[in-house]
């Protein structure tokens, strides 16, 4: 019986797996005029896949082998999970779920369009309806003490209102002080980044880094795309995409070593779980911290660009030729309140997750209507970054999330940082020359402990008890807190 | 109730079309390591689509539309065609499709390491176990005359034994006197192939064809891959793969002109018929007329060097200094025996088929067995074009076809070269200006006159029925004969 339950889920995973190629195409290579047949074979494969895992077969298999008693241990792990996500899928009547594609597809189209004229008002009906839908869909999950807690869950499995309540408390005390600081003392310049970088040789770096931090090119490969991003279509084949601007080096390098971190999680994956709860990302604040741990901790660290600097500079030696190690190391770690999320630097970047955490919450309880959302953000803004965006789009337009309906989303970002540091630290304890290791080009004993510590476990623990069994401890943002404060002591001169 | 049943095919034809895009990965950008679950998310796509329409709904939607009164033309063409398919998809029992799926996939990796290793004997056992099945599957088909009919209507509805023996044998009469006065005559030089052609310029130029032929670059695109082929997603997304070989500009020019023109034939089925019998091509020959019609009729043309000789020069100048437009028209159609099929000239093409036809027959009859074949090959090729393979790979090795289990699909080559010249033919009598035409870089009459007689019909006509409405006349080899013979009195200087 548990063999019909893996073969029902791993068909189920191989639709799934087919819509992401189709999804990974449609960013990469795709022509313009496929869009709209492709947009009917994406949904076909959604359906189809939704049938499988939600056909009373799937319940009678699930009802028995919850209580069978001849399961191992990794057996039940993925029963209990695959029990978790049923009991949710079926609190959503089919008409919810056909209503709530149909309205994804009107909110992302008018988001698209609103962004174009930078116009809210063209985005606002339809985000209006998405949010009256995500506020049945909370009531419909139900939650204990907050409608917001039914939706994060969906992102982070045992995550709440409480407890991020608590994190974000925490960095409203402890991160202005810190950027105060920051912003008092004499400022780094980052202009070698925007020097003219020619594509081919950018991309073969990238290359270069990729490989060097483990990523397997067997088994993966990077594209072109608008907005980067990686995916999966088993352990054996995961993808990353980054884009070019030959003006901006920071936008592949960072990119790249971002999604590459994700890729690493899903080649980690154990092969024989496909399909199963056990063969996927415990949550998508485990995610982030993969990616996070990678571009931040070490692709931003001074060991780090003790090792790529000589190469970086023998490829560019020209636009180099003035600039440092240290140099290199200080300029991607500028500090800066910005606009824009995916551009913000480690310190003002939960900043950005914070008010959108904020908003989306009283949106929820219905303490902030959409109509007033535009004035809520430029407001925080205002208050947190001390900075207002000059329009819509690089304001409350920028994000795609809130047309594709993923409230709940947004802390998992901060999550995936506070997750990495605390992490790192016990990475650093585990393996004493990790930094030399890094100075030297060596990644593969942080990847070795990552494997056994993090990816291979997949989805048998929540975030927070995976946090505990790796770290000893539960997430506490002390750790990320200190790693802040560390570094920018170092790059900025300065004293917390 | 039609309603209903164009759902269901729309439904099938998105699995179908998702699998095409793996399947295009999978020859383009996939990494090595992902073959393995790639395969086993093609083979769930294959099994979902077949459950699809050969599901007891379709069955009694088929039953009732078949007589359904209320049907317009175009709609009684979809519900015949589909019960044609059902009527022959049900005469196999599922547990035979899984034989033969499974025997297929066993086959095709026999195919490739007997190639590797140059050893028919590693592939005689599969291929002697897929010959059985498929004289099996030809009597589940049922057949009045000949076993093999049964297995050459899958690809060529209509087409059988009696006929193809008609259409080879004027082949074995008139095909080996024009061959012997061309091998009479001075030879022509095609040496200005194989000079050295940076890769970057032979891609641009050939890019450059695709858009002078017409085919949409916003509606599909052109990539590198082992085998160059063409797929579909949607008349909308229609892909084509080259290779490029620095040494051989051959390589990359033909097949780029021959996949276009399956392209331009998938690109011109109608939208609106997306999944219908009416959006799908008539046949494999009719596919292959309109590849080999752009091919060779069109780009093997002298008016066609006219226009893009000075731009071919442009690009290369110093590779083609010596070299006339007329030289250049000559090298593409030199003709001479040789051992592949798939480089072989417009003359000795239809021995290759023929003699893979031949043999076909004599296997699926039982009148040749497996282990027999290489010596039958070799003596085959002796016969028909005076050489013999110095080994298997570049002999009974070569093709992928009978691996793949598809006998009965190489007629469609020479039926597709016989259609072509027909069509032709009919082409410029309706486009008088039509050579005048393609010699100042202009084909949209002529695609648009393929467009309307051929492509927007799909699968209305069968092949023969098309041929008649287009031409006024049944399939008629003199059309190619005449053709040839045209063509080769000019390039050669003989007199047939």
Redesign the interface.
Known sequence: MYEEYVQLL??AA??N???A??GW?QET??????A???G??L???AS?SHELVTSPRMSELLAQLRTDKGLDELQKANVLRSNEDHDKNSKLPPAFVEELSLLTSECFNAWIEARRQNDFGIFAPSLTKMVALKRRQAELYGYKAHPYDALVDEYEPGANVAMLDRLFDGIKQQLPPILATIKAAPQVNDDLFYRHYPRQQQWDFSVAVLKTMGY??????Q?ISEHPFSTS??P??VRVTTRVDEHNYASLLWSTIHEGGHALYEQGLPEEQ?GLPLGAAASLGIHESQSRLWENCVGRSEAFWQYFYPQLQAVFPQQLADVTATDLYKACNKVEPSLIRTEADEVTYHFHVLIRYEIEKQLIEGTLQVADLPAAWNEAYQKYLGITPPDHKTGVLQDVHWSHGSFGYFPTYTLGSFYAAQFYIKAQEAIPTLLTDIAAGKTSDLLAWLRTNIHRHGRRYYSDELCELVTGKRLDPTYFLNYIKQKYTGIYGVRF
């Open positions: 791993q068909k191989d639709i797996n087919a819509a190629v189709l195409d290579y795709m022509p313009p005029k496929g709209a047949f492709r009917r074979q949904a076909t494969l189809l397997d090119m067997e088994a993966g490969r594209d279509f088993a054996t084949d496909y």
